[in-house]
């Protein structure tokens, strides 16, 4: 079973505690269906104390544990602050020490918007990229001078240390864990379960440090990069394994080792994402679509897209477009 907690403070903002709650419960339920009904992520809320907290918003949430109760985690949570953060960076004093204690035991944190302020306070985004809520950009970059700041960029990673910048972000990062725990299909399930318009894929939106990502093999960051650049292309692996001076197995082996998928469905993971962001934002035909992102037959093109996302890419139009208004109210075309 996975374990995941957030950590609760007067001025956090309680809808970047409560979707990501709700997303991987819904994955967890999902999940258990393959294991006898058996719960596969145990989601705790940790506040100063166990007594009922009632946030800036008014909204009361009741903590499970108190900080200090903290058990190990493959996941813990860092909601927004709700506007000045800088008093919940006073309070937050008191367990600055446990964050970076975690953080060296391999615990994935991630903070959301302002968040990042707390990771920052405690010196675990020294040198490390980060971003944090667009309105604090000059504020954060004069408060930590050293961190990396991506201002164009929604999440960020290094190592075992995430930020995201928005609400809408954190559910894009919750969608990639939760392919991570339980793979593609319970991933695109739950993506669809909560609007498939508020994601881009992990690959698409994340800024990973070269050095400090999830693997430090130089020749696959190449291959990574010119399968990007080359999406167009009929590309073959045999061929790229040639340029970089490799054989074809192991190319194949190393990819798979660093980056946990063979190159071929890192490839068609990249042509998907591409596709989506051309279905929300363009009026080409899905044949063009599937022209633009390297792929002439149509037919395969539309059996990759469900394979990937769970449903047509007409169908993934229609669900995008109905939620993007035109300034007159009108539904944008």
Known sequence: MHSAAAILYPDALATSVTLPMEILRAASQMASLQSRGKEQVQFLLAGPDRKMLKLASGITLKPDLAYSELPALDL????????????????????????????????????????????????????????????????FSRRYPDVLLKTRHLITQSDNIYCVGSVNSIADLMVHIVEEWFGSRTARAIENQFSPEIRRSFVAAAYQNEADSSHHDETVVQAQQWLQDNLQQRISMEQLAQRLRISGRTFNRRFKQATGLSPQAYLQSLRVASAKELLRHSNLNIGEIAWQVGLQDVSYFSQLFRRHSGMSPLRYREAVRGKLFAPDGRSAT
Request: with cysteine; hydrophobic share 45%.
């Open 76 to 139: 813990l949570l860092l909601p927004a602050i709700w506007r000045n953060p800088l008093p919940t960076l006073r309070q937050a004093d008191q367990w600055n020490g446990q964050l970076r204690d975690m953080a060296a035991a391999g615990t994935r944190i991630c903070s959301v918007g302002t968040g990042s302020y707390l990771l920052a306070e405690a010196g675990l985004l020294n040198a490390r990229a980060a971003t944090t809520h667009w309105n604090y950009f000059e504020q």
